[in-house]
């Protein structure tokens, strides 16, 4: 959700109001359109997600308001707006949201998409595999996509210096693809990397 690249606004630590915005189910699907493939018009997410323009536009304007998108300057003077994604994401202390009760119900359906759509899209690459052979799309990443499961014995201290020696990796290839476009690049896909890092704590007795 955040870029914490150097010379990229830090990102926008989102408040109880935004949250709740965020809830609606069209907002996370408008946000993931325009974080996988970029800016686009009301008219063009409505036609990729089956909507009506005019209940994109309603809702794109809502992120606006809240700070999650913005007008694109890379498309100025046109007819229709186009919105892109805010620079240097955001960020949310969802557990924190968790546990109070005025927040507790945006937070739970906010999270529990953004896990559960996370899963679908892996699990959508691993059934395509299965036609690797006869998909050509699929065999030219077959070689290239991978997933790994790595365990580590730290102390909470090192796993926050592991997570921001990560980010600041991740941060940095980031940044050197941050302007490219299917126009401006052809042969190039969006590649959505997944990272989880937490504590095998021991089940509690009784």
Not at 123 to 144: F, G, M, N, Q
């Amino acid at each position: 959700m955040s870029d914490n690249t150097p010379g990229t606004p830090r990102p926008m630590e989102v408040g109880p109001e935004a949250l709740r915005g965020l809830a609606h189910p069209l907002r996370g699907r408008l946000l993931d359109e325009l974080t996988t493939n970029g800016p686009a018009t009301a008219t063009l997410l409505g036609r990729r997600l089956g909507e009506s323009s005019g209940a994109t536009s309603y809702h794109l304007r809502q992120l606006s308001r809240f700070g999650f998108v913005e007008d694109d300057p890379g498309h100025t003077g046109g007819r229709e707006r186009w919105w892109r994604i805010r620079p240097g994401g955001w960020s949310m202390a969802g557990n924190d949201y968790l546990r109070d009760p005025a927040t507790r119900t945006a937070a739970e359906i906010v999270l529990q998409r953004f896990y559960r759509e996370r899963q679908e899209r892996l699990t959508r690459w691993i059934e395509r595999l299965r036609d690797a052979d006869r998909d050509p799309d699929v065999r030219h990443w077959k070689s290239s996509a991978f997933e790994t499961n790595v365990h580590l014995r730290l102390t909470p201290e090192e796993t926050a210096e592991f997570s921001e020696a990560l980010h600041s990796f991740l941060g940095e290839w980031a940044a050197r693809f941050r302007d490219r476009s299917p126009e401006s690049r052809p042969g190039t896909e969006a590649v959505e990397i997944q990272v989880n890092a937490f504590p095998l704590l021991p089940e509690k007795e009784g």
